[in-house]
């Protein structure tokens, strides 16, 4: 993370007695953010371009906050998981775009997840539909048996 302040906030909130807050202090965490997080959405992009790759963003829910996860690092932390999803452009679709992962259980704007919540977990399925309705056709939307939502890219010829 590169935001001094907020690695600060984390370490006030989070760290053990003895710690030492620094750089070490700030790669250990952001490396149990991504051991003992729970991945929450995604979004992968392949370029087919040879000088550009291809790359995933992630968004985790850790100690009941968000943080994102791309190429440049880890950001965060993020109070709601609409602001992580803002923040990286996750439901953002391109032409680049192969895949979008949105676990629907995961509440939109906190950092817990209440199963009894069926209410919350309806509004949030029905948001995934309408948004699979409103991006391109190439974007297909699959709701698995566990409650995810992915997102995938098919290819069409001619």
């Known amino acids: 993370m590169e935001n001094k302040v907020a690695c600060r906030k984390l370490f006030d909130r989070f760290g053990e007695p003895g710690d030492e807050f620094g750089e070490e202090w700030i790669e250990k965490f952001d490396e149990n953010i991504i051991e003992e997080g729970e991945v929450v959405g995604s979004h992968s992009w392949e370029s087919d371009n040879p000088g550009a790759g291809a790359g995933m963003t992630l968004i985790y829910r850790f100690r009941g906050l968000f943080f994102t996860s791309d190429d440049f690092g880890i950001n965060g932390p993020y109070e709601g998981f609409s602001e992580a999803a803002e923040a990286v452009g996750l439901l953002t679709v391109t032409e680049t775009t192969k895949r979008i992962w949105v676990d629907y259980k995961v509440s939109p704007d906190s ?10 977990q309806r509004t949030l399925a029905n948001r995934s539909r309408k948004l699979a309705r409103t991006i391109p056709v ?14 995938h890219r098919e290819t069409f010829s001619g």
């Open 111 to 120: 950092g817990t997840d209440d199963d009894e919540d069926d209410d919350m």
């Open 138 to 151: 190439y974007i297909n939307h699959q709701l698995s048996l566990d409650g995810r939502l992915g997102l």
